[in-house]
């Protein structure tokens, strides 16, 4: 069985920075895309980063230039640099990877979620 273990959240002030970690443990194989969502109350969960095996990216329109994204595949490990963090980033951040497992092939797991909140 895979398990992704999010850490990191926390209460920031605004303009302030913050750092996710999201670990993958298990029958691993390998790890294909992996990536962050977010939600806010009373929101729609809404893609934040995405990072592919081949390092490419893809961020959401509000958080490209102030956000990062980065992996570690020896670690199983996906990141989310977060700066000049706005009121509007507060949300439970999860994070999800597609990973090869004992089956043989590509599932999509997510871990439970981490909150971040950002005070004005």
């Known amino acids: 069985q895979v398990q992704l273990v999010e850490s ?11 750092r996710l970690y999201c670990a993958a443990s298990g029958i691993i194989f390998s790890i294909n895309d992996m990536g962050w969502y977010r939600q806010a109350p ?6 934040v980063a995405e990072i592919t ?16 994204i980065s992996r570690d ?6 990141y ?7 009121p509007v980033a507060t949300a439970v951040y999860s ?8 089956t043989d092939r590509g599932n999509p ?4 979620g981490t909150q971040v909140t950002v005070s004005s």
């Open 42 to 47: 009373g929101k729609q969960r809404e893609l």
């Open 109 to 112: 797991y997510w871990g439970h």
């Open 8 to 18: 990191g959240g926390g209460l920031v002030q605004a303009g302030g920075s913050l």
């Open 95 to 102: 994070c999800y990877a597609q990973c090869v497992d004992s």
């Open 53 to 68: 095996n081949g390092d490419s990216t893809n961020y959401a329109d509000s958080v490209k230039g102030r956000f990062t």
């Open 73 to 78: 595949n020896a670690k199983s490990t996906v």
């Open 80 to 86: 989310l640099q977060m700066n000049s963090l706005k």
